[in-house]
T-cell receptor
Framework: GESVGLHLPTLSVQEGDNSIINCAYS??????FIWYKQESGKGPQFIID?????DKRQGQRVTVLLNKTVKHLSLQIAATQPGDSAVYFC???????????FGGGTRVLVKP | DAGVIQSPRHEVTEMGQEVTLRCKPI?????LFWYRQTMMRGLELLIY????????DSGMPEDRFSAKMPNASFSTLKIQPSEPRDSAVYFC?????????????FGPGTRLTVL
């Protein structure tokens, strides 16, 4: 499959441990944030989203935290599995309209 | 639902040739987005349509790139003439928007190689 990026920050995690992926955003006016997962050879796949009126949202094995004070977003994956190995992107709705601006991505490698 | 459909999945062409990438959004979605992904620049939005109308094309690199959406179920991204630096994976995404931004569903991408 395609190589998304040779110089992506990489997080190596032991299978079964929790993963935390961080993202800093730039626009304090951004009101919607979303995490995508991209596996090799595939398009980005939605994981979870959060609006700026919330600071935490939980899904199945995933939690997104939003700290508007420091403009920081994080994705926590509980009990990381081999299938979680992928590149993870955060995106923000930085301007009016439906446009999303994507971050550079973090590669997660799960060690058995 | 079949999801967003893109064709071709892979395209290899020679510099100077015209390239047309195709996208069928998810039925009922009213917004469509074209992205380009490269190792150097990551995932970049090229253009997006809302109700078949181009809303923001500020990401289109230059006049060699053009996009159309003749109806709600089909869009094309054309590069003419193509150049080696256009080599990338091109993604189409669609979403259902009702006034607020929401989740975008991505297609599998078209991997373009320009020799």
């Amino acid at each position: 499959g395609e190589s998304v990026g040779l110089h992506l920050p990489t997080l190596s995690v032991q299978e079964g441990d929790n993963s935390i992926i961080n993202c800093a955003y730039s626009n304090s006016a951004s009101d919607y944030f979303i995490w995508y997962k991209q596996e090799s050879g595939k398009g980005p796949q939605f994981i979870i989203d959060i609006r700026s009126n919330m600071d935490k949202r939980q899904g199945q094995r995933v939690t997104v935290l939003l700290n508007k004070t420091v403009k920081h977003l994080s994705l926590q994956i509980a009990a990381t599995q081999p299938g979680d190995s992928a590149v993870y992107f955060c995106a923000e709705n930085r301007a009016a309209g439906n446009k999303l601006t994507f971050g550079g991505g973090t590669r997660v490698l799960v060690k058995p | 639902d079949a999801g967003v459909i893109q064709s071709p999945r892979h395209e290899v062409t020679e510099m100077g040739q015209e390239v047309t990438l195709r996208c069928k959004p998810i039925s009922g979605h009213n917004s469509l987005f074209w992205y380009r992904q490269t190792m150097m620049r990551g995932l970049e939005l090229l253009i997006y349509f809302n109700n078949n109308v181009p809303i923001d094309d500020s990401g289109m690199p230059e006049d060699r790139f053009s996009a159309k959406m003749p109806n709600a179920s089909f869009s094309t991204l054309k590069i003419q003439p193509s150049e080696p630096r256009d080599s990338a994976v091109y993604f189409c995404a669609s979403s259902l928007t009702g006034g607020t931004v929401g989740e975008q569903f991505f297609g599998p991408g078209t991997r373009l190689t320009v020799l």
